[in-house]
C-alpha cells in the first residue's frame, strides 16, 4: 500500500511540475496585462498601442504653411497591429499611417498634417484611429492658436463698379 502511495505521489508531483513548466513556457510567449474599463487588469493577446504622447499642442503658429506632428506609439501586445483607417476631425487635417501590419514591439508613428491657410483663430482637432488593438478605435488630439497674417491692405475689397452703363 505504501509503494502505491508514493507511487501515485511522485505522479502528482510530476505532472503537476510539468504543468507549472507549460505556464512558465505561455507566459513567456503569453499575453499583455491592461486595465479595462472598469480599471481591473486584464490579460490579452490581442495588439496594444503604446503611445508616448496622444495629444500635441502647436501654441501659437503663423496662418499659411502647413504644420505637422508625428504620433509615436509602440505595439505593446503580442500579434501584429494591424490600422485599417484613421480619419481627421475637418478637411483641414489630413493624417498618414502605416499601412503594413506593426509587429509586437515594434514602433511606428501616425502623422497629423494641419492647413493654417485661410483658418485664423483656435483650432483643436481629433484623428480617430481604427484598427484590430485591444481597443479598435483610439483617439489623438492637435490644438494650437493659428495667428492671422497680415496683409498690405487690411481693408474689406471695394466693389468696382460695373462696366455697363446704366
Excluded at 507566459?27 to 486584464?42: H, R, T, V
Amino acid at each position: 500500500m505504501k509503494k502505491v502511495f508514493i507511487a501515485v505521489l511522485a505522479l502528482v508531483l510530476v505532472a503537476y511540475s510539468q504543468n507549472t513548466f507549460a505556464q512558465a513556457g505561455d507566459q513567456e510567449k503569453g499575453a499583455s496585462f491592461i486595465l479595462n474599463e472598469d480599471g481591473d487588469l486584464e490579460e490579452t493577446t490581442a495588439p496594444v498601442f503604446e503611445f508616448e504622447q496622444e495629444s500635441h499642442d502647436f501654441g501659437e503658429i503663423p496662418e499659411g504653411p502647413k504644420v505637422s506632428y508625428e504620433f509615436k506609439f509602440t505595439n505593446v501586445g503580442k500579434e501584429p497591429l494591424i490600422i485599417k483607417h484613421v480619419k481627421a476631425s475637418c478637411g483641414c487635417t489630413t493624417p498618414e499611417w502605416p499601412k503594413e501590419p506593426i509587429m509586437p514591439g515594434e514602433e511606428s508613428t501616425i502623422k497629423a498634417v494641419y492647413n493654417t491657410s485661410k483658418r485664423p483663430g483656435p483650432f483643436n482637432k481629433s484623428i480617430t484611429i481604427t484598427s484590430n488593438a485591444y481597443t479598435p478605435t483610439k483617439r489623438l488630439f492637435i490644438k494650437g492658436k493659428v495667428d492671422r497674417a497680415e496683409t498690405e491692405n487690411p481693408a474689406l475689397p471695394v466693389k468696382k463698379k460695373s462696366i455697363v452703363s446704366e
